[in-house]
């Protein structure tokens, strides 16, 4: 019979909150990427060199990155509700300036601004990890995290859409009206007292999350073996977008575009990832989605003539990649339960590097070593990441305790002895 002392209080995410999450996840990541598929018809109604508008396009993921270090925090110091709609308002606000430009010049500083607040999926991630029941953190993340990739795909094949009906103006003012009634959205369906339970001010939690990474030892074996497959991430999908558009394909933009399709695989994957992290530990999935996503690499580089195997291959690449990733991040938000936002800042930042490092790799790679040297570099990542995994101490969370009393986040309540 259960007393009151082992009774677990309820979670303060149900379900159509965390589907809301993971929805708003997905239409916030996905604002970093809509005109990317446009970026002809933006120079050309801009009358500036296609070269000025990647320029341009190029300020979102600098954006990004400062939004990862100076926003997401946030939301351990203040209501999720507050903050991240205010991020959504802004990021609304930037969108339909945007529409409004008149140059490349002014267009720079808008996308900045997105990139920014595109953030928003790092910072609903945070708040997933922090207010789940602590029993099912990992199955919760992964649900929210599903958006992250389904964001990216659905920024490029919506906005691209979008563009073409309604020209990348209209399109970008249909993205900003969709995060104004998430913004809205936020107020009445995210918790509006739940500060965590952080000790310190916000500049000083600024200036505390460089250090992170050198004093916590699980989060820099966390950051680097993602950053690792994270680099073999971007690569793979620079490159292969090179190599297809290259003799002895010759694809077209479009046709090229379609493959995208396959890592709509990497969306299940990560609900499945969370769940058997709850179920076996972080290490174990980390592990078996590291070994499909490095046989998959090695499969491509030679399968790439084969339409089916190479999507096959990249479905199974991008599924093992974001479980592995998903079992990784919930390692990153257990260190701190109470307040993990700080450590996801510092996580997504290397990760980014490594992001970033393999995008500008794979584009150039092909010419160097063709798409089979590529995808072997890539698998090699991957494995180096499993080999750190394998020889690291253990991935899995501790066990959850009760945040401090007059936190404002509710405990998981006392274990059975």
């Known amino acids: 019979m259960q007393t009151d002392t ?32 446009a970026i002809a018809d933006v120079a050309g109604s801009l009358g500036v060199h296609i070269t000025g508008v990647g320029i341009a396009l190029a300020c ?28 959504f308002g802004v990021l609304g606000g930037a969108l339909a300036l945007g529409a409004t430009v008149g140059g490349a ?20 991630s945070s708040v997933a990890g922090r207010l789940a029941a602590p029993r099912r953190r990992a199955t919760v993340l992964g649900m929210v995290t599903a958006g992250i990739p389904a964001g990216i795909l659905v920024g ?25 009634l998430a913004a809205a959205c936020c107020l009445t369906a995210l918790p509006s007292a739940t500060a965590g339970s952080s000790g310190r001010g916000y500049l000083p939690t600024l200036r505390s999350v460089p250090g992170l990474v050198v004093r916590h030892p699980a989060l820099r074996s966390a950051a680097l073996r993602g950053a690792l497959w994270f680099f073999a991430f971007c690569a793979v999908w620079a490159g ?11 694809y077209s933009a479009e046709q090229i575009g379609l493959y995208a399709l396959a890592g709509l695989a990497g969306i299940p994957a990560t609900r499945i990832a969370g769940t058997w992290t709850d179920r076996v530990g972080a290490r174990r999935v980390i592990l078996v989605g590291l070994a499909a ?52 800042s510092a996580y997504m930042v290397v990760y980014f590097v490594g992001g970033s490092l393999g995008t500008a790799f794979g584009a150039a790679a092909i010419s160097w070593i063709g798409w089979t040297g590529l995808a072997l570099v890539a698998a090699a990542a991957v494995a180096s990441a499993a080999a750190a995994t394998g020889l690291s101490q253990p991935t899995d969370p501790p066990a959850p305790q009760p945040a401090p009393p007059g936190s404002g986040a509710r405990g998981p309540g006392r274990a059975r002895p």
């Open 240 to 250: 292969i977008a090179v190599a297809l558009s290259e003799a002895p394909y010759s």
């Open 60 to 87: 979102g993921p600098v954006g990004y990155l400062v939004g990862l270090v100076v926003l997401v925090p946030l939301v351990d110091r203040f209501a999720p509700s507050r903050i991240l709609a205010a991020q």
């Open 156 to 180: 490029r094949i919506v906005g691209g859409w979008l563009a073409d009906q309604l020209g990348w103006r209209g399109m970008l003012l249909v993205f900003a009206a969709a995060c104004g």
């Open 293 to 344: 996503a490095a046989a998959a690499a090695v499969a491509v580089g030679f399968g790439l003539a084969s339409t089916v195997v190479t999507l096959v291959c990249l479905a199974l690449f991008d599924a093992g990649l974001f479980a592995a990733q998903v079992a990784n991040q919930s390692t990153v938000l257990a260190i701190d339960a109470a307040a993990p936002a700080r450590f996801n």
């Open 105 to 124: 010049a002014a267009l720079g500083p808008v996308v900045a601004v997105v990139g920014m607040c595109s953030a928003v999926g790092a910072g609903l």
């Open 6 to 37: 082992d009774a677990q209080p309820p979670p303060l995410l149900s379900g159509p909150v965390i589907l809301f999450m993971s929805i708003a996840a997905a239409l916030g990541t996905s604002t970093m990427y809509p005109l990317q598929p």
